[in-house]
């Protein structure tokens, strides 16, 4: 089985590597990733790996896999911040609160889709304005759900984690492996 990567995240390639997976190939899907009216985070983020998956185009011997990661503040969905302005209003929101991170995952193969999510709890310390014009200006935030990056600079900002550290990063690494071994692809060789 050849493994397809459909992620063009480069935190997800060094995650799988963590799992001694190198993919055969990289196809970044492109869809649109606008969250529906009063759509919630958890079914979101689930649909958006599904969706990711659904676009990238597959042989009969590969295995692709997707994954979304989104921050939710309550109903709120924040997304990858468009710019430093609307980093900075993420911040301002998640200063000093509980959040919840949600990465779903989803696996693609001839036989079929599998899919997971996963959900952690994250605090954030209060923010002084120093330390947000601090981060911001580490450019850190890009490109990042929320406007922050738990493997980065931002970690100083975080006492508290509950969940799967690396689903909070992009990728969970016990669902991936089980999802890509039920999908056919060897984690652990066999001599
Ligand atoms: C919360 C958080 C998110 N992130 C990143 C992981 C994802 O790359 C990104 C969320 O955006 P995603 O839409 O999940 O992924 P992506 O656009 O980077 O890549 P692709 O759709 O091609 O797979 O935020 C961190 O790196 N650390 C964190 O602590």
Redesign the pocket.
Known sequence: MRLIL????P??LDLLAQLGLVPDEVR??DID?TPRMGELPRPYCAR?ARE?AEAVEIAPDEVVL??????AMGRRVL??PADEVEARSFLDALSGRRHM?V?AIAVKSADGMRQREVTSAVRMKRLSKTEIDGYLATGDWR????G?????P?STFIPWISGSHSA???LPLHETAQLLSAAGIMIWPTA
Do not use: L, N
């Open positions: 459909g992620s063009g995240s935190r997800r970044p899907p990733e958006m990711k997707c994954a979304d990661t989104t921050v997304g990858k991170v990465t490109g990042k759900a929320g922050y990056a738990i493997q980065g931002a909070v990063v992009g």
